[in-house]
Every structure is written in structure tokens, then in C-alpha cells.
């Protein structure tokens, strides 16, 4: 009998299709990579906290920092109201723990499989290595993943976009495909909306003058207008006016220049730097798999060549750019090498086939060596705020000569007190509160303080260090402290005038 179960367990594995055992492989290291970068605490972007965790957690627990965006208005509810409904489900399964925090990037990772699976199909066509690499590569490559990991509008638009680029790529068009072509590419461009020209041109591209191609990926496209717009009305927002404010504030009056600007060149050193060799071995296998994919090739430049006009550059704003171009890069090398091995033995064949997986896994590695920090910034900061929630007295925290951005805000901190920011001096011109009003007050209205630890001798003698957590500023390292002193809080006014809601409508950030 033991016999016949373990032939039957032996016949049953063999069974298994190999494109269904490589597939499901794949995913699964694809996803396991996702979660492992989850875990570590830090945030690639300040937006990540504050355009999105803290009004996620504003909808989800009622108090949240309000950047400047979303007293505009210039922000829709579509982000937020994902990540809220993660939030919240992670506080109902365990209030006491940080589920709450993690589930929302969980959720954008999960999410991001829609790019590996993509991928996969994108190779299928050619062959089974072919698409088994593209899978691998999409699974594997350190900007897709961590990207995969941080809730910010390009990584989620990314994770829409490239399923239904696939879909209208695809030669076999079915209603239910070009209905979730146009719901997804809806998506895309409601969550980044700057990837609107990039979506126009591979939908021209694909569907042409075919009327009722479009007739059915427009009307997927409304069922995404008809999300985003109760998401908009359930933050408190007439649908989509979202989007006319930001293109009046960032197009007409350039408020984003004044986080920086850039020359036009400036995203091919970016790439340079995240891609390092690999950008000048690139080019000929993504014009490869460009001459079989044109449409997605055309796509990428074209949110390349749209970005590189606006003056305030990011290398987040062209991750579909980069995205794309790894993924057909990986797919022009399969082709390359099944090309290039054709005539070899078969050991030399699927050894040769094998070693071009470990080349990118290597490449992947090799590249994210001095870059992958960048997606786990000011660890510092976040690590201290941890530590002060996990204060059972705390009544009040003071952010002292420390940018508020560099904090995890109310969605890390979890605890409904006040927050006093004291930024660093001059850090925002004459419109920051005047420091000289600074007294004990301030520091009898809280009970905790964060600050480098270099700036501890400033504060009254009852503030002890609590732990101290090294930090990353520039080219220097820095401990970044929690102080605190016994007993409770009292308010007073002088304080107020340093609320951090207060403080940024007061210089306006």
C-alpha cells in the first residue's frame, strides 16, 4: 500500500505541467521577496507618510498631519481610501500591534504581482524560457520590489498599468480583456495621472480606429471613474475636481519647483546611478524586445521624454519608464540567448539558459548595493517615534530641529496627542513661527522629545535620552534620540503656536 501511495505522489508531481511548476515557483519567491521588504521600518519618499499612510489614517481613526496638498484639495481619495480600509483591518485583528501599518504595505505589494504575472505573459509568445525569465526578472529586480513595497502612487499605478498593457499587446482581444484593460488603465492614470500620455499613446497604438475596441475599453475605463469618484466624495471632495487643483498648482503656479529642479539630462544620470553597468549593457536587448513590443516601448518613452520637460524631477516619477525598460531587457536577453544557443547540446543549452537567470539575480544585487537605502530613509526618526509610542504616559511629543517630514507622523506614532514640531532654524524662511516664543513652556506641554543627539544639551535638565538610533543625514551619520521626563503635560498657549497641523498651514507646506 505504501508503494502505491508513494508511486501515485511520484506520478502525480511529474504530472504537473512545467510552465504551471515554474510559474508557481516564481510567484512564490516573487511574493516572499515582497514581504521581506515590507518588514524593515523606513519610507523611500516623504509623500509615502504624508499624502497617503497619514490621511489613511485619518479616514481609518479620525487624526492625521494635513500637508498643504489636501487643504488644496489637489489630492483624490482613491490612495487613501485603500490603504484606510488595510489600516483598519489591521487595527480590528490586533489594536496593540503594528498590523495596522503593515497591512497597507502589504497590500501594495500583493498588488504589484499583477507587474510579475505580466511579465510572464508578455515572454509567453516567444517560449517558456522566455517567459520563466521576464517572470524572474519582474520577480526579482531591487526597484520593482521595493517599489512594490511603499505605498506611493507610481508603484500602485505601475501595478495597474502593466497587466493591461498586456491585454491590449495581446493579438487576441476578448470583451472581458478590453473591458479590464480600460478598468485598469483608468486606474493607472486616476492614481498617477502624469502617466496620462503614456496610456494615450499605447492605446492608440493597440486599438487604432477599431470602434468597438474602444467602445469596451472606454466603458472599463468608467467603472475606474466611477471608484475614484465616491473615494473623492467619501474624503469630502467633488469628484475629480482633485485634478484640475493640482494641475493649477503644480502647471500654473509650479509649486513643485520649489522642492527642487533638475536639468533636462537629469533622469539619464538617475538611471545611471540605480542601474549602473547595466545601463550601457541594456539598450540592445530592450530594442529587442522593443521590435516585438513597440506600443509598451513607445509608452516608456514617451512618460520618459513627458517628464524630462517638467524642471522638478524624481526618479519615482519615471518607475513605469524603468520598469518597462528591465522588463523588456529581460526579455530582449531571452530571445538573445535562445538565438545564441540554438545549435548547442542540450546540457550547454540549459546550462547557458540557467547561467543568464544568475546573471540577473546578480545584476539585481550588484545594482542595489548603495541604492536600495534610499527606499528605507530616515530610520533614525521612525525608530524613536516607535519607541515613544511604546511610552504608556506619553502626552505630548516635540519634534525638535528636525524637518517634520523626516517623521512617521500620526500613522506610525498611533497615539491621539499632540505633536510640536520645531523646525530646524530657517529651514522655511520668516514664515515659521518665531523661535524666540520658544520657552519651557513648550516642554511642559509635552513629555517626550525627538532630536538629534547633538541638540539634547538644549533641552530642559528633566529630559533624559531614552535610546538613541543611527541616521543617515547626506554624507553624514548621526543618532537621532528619544528625551523624556516624568510626569504629565500642561497646555499652554504658547505651545499651541507649535501644533504641527498649525505649523504647516503656517509656511504653507
Not at 55 to 68: D, E, K, T
Not at 308 to 335: Q, T, W
Request: glycine share 6%; with cysteine.
Amino acid at each position: 500500500m505504501a508503494n502505491k501511495d508513494k508511486s501515485a505522489s511520484s506520478l502525480s508531481l511529474k504530472s504537473i505541467p512545467k510552465s504551471y511548476l515554474a510559474f508557481t515557483l516564481i510567484a512564490l519567491l516573487a511574493l516572499a521577496l515582497r514581504i521581506i521588504a515590507v518588514l524593515p521600518i523606513g519610507y523611500y519618499h516623504p509623500d509615502e507618510i504624508f499624502q497617503y499612510l497619514e490621511q489613511a489614517h485619518r479616514l481609518a481613526f479620525g487624526y492625521s498631519v494635513i500637508p498643504w496638498e489636501y487643504r488644496y484639495g489637489m489630492r483624490g481619495g482613491l490612495v487613501p481610501v485603500l490603504l484606510a480600509m488595510a489600516m483598519k483591518a489591521g487595527d480590528i485583528i490586533n489594536n496593540q500591534s503594528y498590523l495596522y501599518w503593515v497591512f497597507p504595505h502589504a497590500i501594495t505589494a500583493i498588488l504589484s504581482m499583477g507587474v510579475v504575472w505580466s511579465a510572464y505573459r508578455l515572454g509567453r509568445p516567444y517560449s517558456l524560457f522566455v517567459a520563466c525569465l521576464a517572470m524572474f526578472v519582474a520577480a526579482t529586480w531591487y526597484e520593482i520590489v521595493l517599489f512594490a513595497a511603499h505605498p506611493l502612487s507610481e508603484s500602485l499605478s505601475f501595478s495597474a498599468f502593466m497587466p493591461a498593457a498586456f491585454y491590449l499587446c495581446s493579438t487576441k482581444k476578448s470583451v472581458n480583456t478590453l473591458i479590464a484593460a480600460g478598468f485598469l488603465m483608468g486606474l493607472s492614470a486616476l492614481l498617477r495621472f502624469q502617466y496620462i500620455p503614456s496610456i494615450i499613446f499605447i492605446s492608440l497604438f493597440t486599438l487604432k480606429f477599431n470602434f468597438k475596441h474602444w467602445v469596451y475599453f472606454i466603458f472599463g475605463g468608467l467603472f475606474a471613474i466611477l471608484i475614484s469618484s465616491l473615494s473623492d466624495i467619501f474624503i469630502g471632495e467633488y469628484p475629480l475636481l482633485w485634478l484640475l487643483k493640482n494641475i493649477q498648482q503644480n502647471l500654473l503656479y509650479h509649486r513643485a519647483n520649489d522642492y527642487g529642479i533638475a536639468p533636462l539630462y537629469g533622469y539619464f544620470l538617475d538611471i545611471g546611478t540605480n542601474w549602473k553597468w547595466l545601463a550601457l549593457l541594456l539598450p540592445f536587448p530592450i530594442c529587442v524586445a522593443a521590435y516585438r513590443y513597440p506600443a509598451l516601448f513607445g509608452a516608456a518613452l514617451t512618460n520618459l521624454a513627458f517628464h524630462m520637460l517638467i524642471s522638478h524631477k524624481e526618479y519615482r516619477f519615471i518607475f513605469l519608464s524603468s520598469g518597462i525598460f528591465i522588463i523588456l531587457g529581460a526579455i530582449g536577453s531571452g530571445l538573445l540567448v535562445e538565438k545564441w544557443t540554438g545549435r548547442l547540446s542540450n546540457p550547454l543549452k540549459y546550462l547557458s539558459r540557467t547561467a543568464v537567470f544568475a546573471i540577473w539575480a546578480a545584476a539585481s544585487l550588484f545594482c542595489s548595493n548603495g541604492n536600495s537605502g534610499h527606499w528605507y530613509q530616515y530610520r533614525g526618526v521612525l525608530q524613536a517615534e516607535m519607541k515613544a509610542r511604546s511610552f504608556s504616559e506619553l502626552c505630548g511629543l516635540v519634534l525638535y530641529q528636525i524637518d517634520y517630514w523626516q517623521s512617521g507622523g500620526y500613522s506610525l506614532l498611533h497615539r491621539r496627542i499632540p505633536i510640536y514640531s520645531v523646525l530646524p532654524t530657517n529651514s522655511y524662511g520668516t514664515r515659521y513661527p518665531d523661535t524666540a516664543t520658544l520657552s519651557s513652556s513648550l516642554f511642559l506641554a509635552s513629555n517626550a522629545v525627538i532630536t538629534a543627539y547633538s541638540s539634547g544639551k538644549n533641552l530642559p535638565k528633566e529630559y533624559r535620552p531614552m535610546g538613541c538610533y543611527q541616521q543617515k543625514n547626506g554624507e553624514k551619520t548621526e543618532d537621532i534620540c528619544l528625551f523624556l521626563r516624568a510626569g504629565s503635560c500642561f497646555k499652554k498657549e504658547t505651545a499651541d503656536n507649535f501644533e504641527i497641523n498649525k505649523v504647516l498651514k503656517n509656511i504653507d507646506q
